[in-house]
């Protein structure tokens, strides 16, 4: 059973950054493809962030550049780094994990492609 806890999330003013990140119970890297999500209000989930166990990165279009997303193996964490946020950024961010290769690119993913979920991580931006 894997275990995932995210944190770092908060409120800021458009053009600000936050990082986040995702504590895990197991060692994911180049094991797991690991993501981060975000739901916002009465949208659907969109997949944010991934690094399958390569070590290859995909981002969601809004977000590159923008967004970067990384891991500390040795401490099992996962990061999303995040600058320059704007107001269309607020939402609930979960990271994700699931045992061997992703399935799709980022921008094509679904959730029930992970089988383990943190309980989420809320951040606010202000115009």
């Known amino acids: 059973q894997v275990q995932l806890v995210e944190s770092g999330g908060g409120s800021v003013q458009a053009g600000g950054s936050l990082r986040l990140s995702c504590a895990a119970s197991?060692?994911?890297?180049?094991?797991?493809?690991v993501a981060w999500f975000r739901q916002a209000p009465g949208k659907e989930p969109e997949g944010v962030a991934q690094?399958?166990?390569?070590?290859?990165?995909s981002y969601t279009d809004s977000v590159k550049g923008r967004f970067t997303i990384s891991q500390d193996g040795a401490k099992k964490i996962l990061y999303l780094q995040m600058n320059n946020l704007e107001p269309e950024d607020a939402a609930m961010y979960y990271c994700?994990?699931?045992?061997?290769?992703?399935?799709?690119?980022?921008?094509?993913?679904?959730?029930?492609?992970?089988?383990?979920w943190g309980p989420g991580t809320q951040v606010t931006v202000s115009s």
């Open positions: 994700a994990a699931r045992p061997g290769p992703c399935v799709e690119d980022v921008r094509a993913t679904r959730t029930i492609y992970f089988g383990y």
């Open positions: 197991v060692y994911t890297s180049g094991r797991y493809c």
């Open positions: 690094i399958g166990r390569d070590g290859t990165t």
